[in-house]
């Protein structure tokens, strides 16, 4: 069956609604809406989640600095128990009056 020139142009019949042209033309304005606003969330969440990196890698520097304190705070603890264990022979022990 051949197909004319004028048969293979897609033409719109008089017999399509208005109403079904209407609502496919609100659905498409909907979906664009609506992933307009999924756009914006994720842009949101992306840049929480960057936040929330940024927040981690000052955990993990304030974890570190942490750690040396502790480290320090035990050294000066190890020196004072072996100064108080020997007061008569450490630089801090008192001279008197």
Do not use: Y
């Amino acid at each position: 069956m051949a197909v004319s020139e004028a048969d293979s142009h897609w033409t719109l019949d008089r017999r399509v609604p208005i109403a079904l042209i209407l609502s496919i033309v609100l659905q498409s304005a909907g979906l664009f809406m609506w992933v307009g606003a999924l756009t914006s969330r994720v842009s949101e969440l992306e840049t929480k989640a960057v936040r929330a990196i940024d927040a981690g890698d000052r955990v993990i520097g304030l974890e570190a600095e942490m750690r040396e304190v502790r480290r320090v705070l035990q050294r000066i603890e190890a020196k004072l128990d072996r100064r108080a264990s020997n007061p008569s022979g450490g630089p801090l022990a008192s001279a008197g009056p």
